[in-house]
Nanobody, 116 residues
Framework: QVQLAESGGGLVQAGGSLRLSCAAS????????MGWYRQAPGKQRDLVAS???????NYADSVKGRFTISRDNAKNTVFLQMSRLNAEDTGVYYC??????????WGQGTQVTVSS
């Protein structure tokens, strides 16, 4: 059984930084895309950033220049370095991994709260 475990969320002041991590456990192979999504209160879950197996990245416009996504393929882990956080970054952050066979896995989410 595959499980994704996120960590690194918490409460931070505006302008601060946080680093999220998400590690996959279980029998998961050939992860093509790893990503982070954010769900603010009362809103839909939106893509924040994604990274392909060769390192290509994609960011939501609202986080470009502030967030950096990276991955450790050997450890099936994806990271999200978040800097210059603001109140609009508040939400539950979910990691997501998709395999070459189109299997999709989600983490349980980690809360990020930015106080202004």
């Amino acid at each position: 059984q595959v499980q994704l475990a996120e960590s690194g969320g918490g409460l931070v002041q505006a302008g601060g930084s946080l680093r999220l991590s998400c590690a996959a456990s279980g029998s998961i192979f050939s992860i093509v895309v790893m990503g982070w999504y954010r769900q603010a209160p009362g809103k839909q879950r939106d893509l924040v950033a994604s990274i392909g197996s060769s390192g290509g990245t994609n960011y939501a416009d609202s986080v470009k220049g502030r967030f950096t996504i990276s991955r450790d393929n050997a450890k099936n882990t994806v990271f999200l370095q978040m800097s210059r956080l603001n109140a609009e970054d508040t939400g539950v952050y979910y990691c997501n991994m998709q395999t070459i066979t189109a299997q999709l896995y989600w983490g349980q989410g980690t809360q990020v709260t930015v106080s202004s």
